[in-house]
T-cell receptor, first 114, second 114 residues
Framework: EDKVVQSPLSLVVHEGDTVTLNCSYE??????LLWYKQEKKAPTFLFML????IEKKSGRLSSILDKKELFSILNITATQTGDSAVYLC??????????????FGKGTKLSVKP | DAGVIQSPRHEVTEMGQEVTLRCKPI?????LFWYRQTMMRGLELLIY????????DSGMPEDRFSAKMPNASFSTLKIQPSEPRDSAVYFC????????????FGNGTRLTVT
């Protein structure tokens, strides 16, 4: 069965801390791995990773994929209270050429305290 | 672009009633997805369409659920009859092979069945 597992399920840190969120996966037809941030409403897209070892970076956030060990990490440096959210990892399946057929992990709930 | 638009934002209904959720995808997107999110199971794909045609409905939990896409700008997800275990947030998402991320989510419909 295809699955995506995230850890930890929840995390509480203080402003300025650095955090690492983990995502491991087992899928039959891997196409890409994506990270989303979900606050109160819709998940918003952060990164899409398709190749191993190439870091994607956006401000204080960065992510990297290891296709051999089947995992990805999302790093957030110098955390701020605005980073508090649920971070979702998803794997896009290479299934009939479709776009967006994703399997999601259950997310990591990050709480950043002032 | 207004993004993916869902209605209603909240729906409270009694067990046994029919519920219809609505979605307007981003103009030009040719894929439309319905997801359900619960604390226990996370985000689950229910069904997706390509060019208005249902491609995979294997995630639809049972016959009480049905989805239609009569044209490129409108889709509905119907539950008849509704049950308390259907309570969840239902997200619609759309995508295109030409977009910068696989999925753009709507803000969701929070359904409560009492």
């Amino acid at each position: 069965e295809d699955k995506v597992v995230q850890s930890p399920l929840s995390l509480v840190v203080h402003e300025g801390d650095t955090v690492t969120l983990n995502c491991s996966y087992e899928v039959t037809n891997f196409r890409s791995l994506l990270w989303y941030k979900q606050e109160k409403k819709a998940p918003t897209f952060l990164f899409m990773l398709t190749s191993s070892g190439i870091e994607k970076k956006s401000g204080r956030l960065s992510s990297i994929l290891d296709k051999k060990e089947l995992f990805s990490i999302l790093n957030i440096t110098a955390t701020q209270t605005g980073d508090s959210a649920v971070y979702l990892c998803a794997v896009e399946m290479n299934y009939g050429g479709s776009q967006g057929n994703l399997i999601f992990g259950k997310g990591t709930k990050l709480s950043v305290k002032p | 672009d207004a993004g993916v638009i869902q209605s209603p934002r909240h729906e409270v209904t009694e067990m046994g009633q029919e519920v219809t959720l609505r979605c307007k995808p981003i103009s030009g997107h040719d894929y439309l997805f319905w997801y359900r999110q619960t604390m226990m199971r996370g985000l689950e794909l229910l069904i997706y369409f390509n060019n208005n045609v249902p491609i995979d409905d294997s995630g639809m939990p049972e016959d009480r659920f049905s989805a239609k896409m009569p044209n490129a700008s409108f889709s509905t997800l119907k539950i008849q009859p509704s049950e308390p275990r259907d309570s969840a947030v239902y997200f619609c998402a759309s995508s295109s092979v030409w977009s910068d991320s696989p999925l753009h989510f709507g803000n969701g419909t929070r359904l409560t069945v009492t």
